[in-house]
Nanobody, 120 residues
Framework: QVQLVESGGGLVQPGGSLRLSCAAS????????MGWYRQAPGKQRELVAT???????NYADSVKGRFTISRDNAKNTVYLQMNSLKFEDTAVYFC??????????????WGQGTLVTVSS
């Protein structure tokens, strides 16, 4: 099994910054895509950013230029640096990792979620 442990959420003022981390552990053969999603109250979960094993990044339009996703393959960890935070960034942020635990056995794991609150 694969476990994800997230950290870094909290309360921040508008314009502030936070850095989220998500470490994957367990029976991991390889990791392909790592990403972050978020779910605001009363809304559906949405993509924030993803990064492939080759380093290709994809961002939601709403966070482009403000958020940066990165990964440390040696540590099976993905990060989300969030700058210039806005009220509308308030949400529970979920880490997602896709990979395989053997050559023909894939996984799609989710973290437990970490709350980010942007408030003055």
């Amino acid at each position: 099994q694969v476990q994800l442990v997230e950290s870094g959420g909290g309360l921040v003022q508008p314009g502030g910054s936070l850095r989220l981390s998500c470490a994957a552990s367990g029976s991991i053969f390889s990791i392909n895509v790592m990403g972050w999603y978020r779910q605001a109250p009363g809304k559906q979960r949405e993509l924030v950013a993803t990064i492939t094993s080759g380093g290709s990044r994809n961002y939601a339009d709403s966070v482009k230029g403000r958020f940066t996703i990165s990964r440390d393959n040696a540590k099976n960890t993905v990060y989300l640096q969030m700058n210039s935070l806005k009220f509308e960034d308030t949400a529970v942020y979920f880490c997602n990792v896709k990979g395989s635990i053997s050559r023909n056995n894939v996984f799609n794991a989710w973290g437990q979620g970490t709350l980010v609150t942007v408030s003055s």
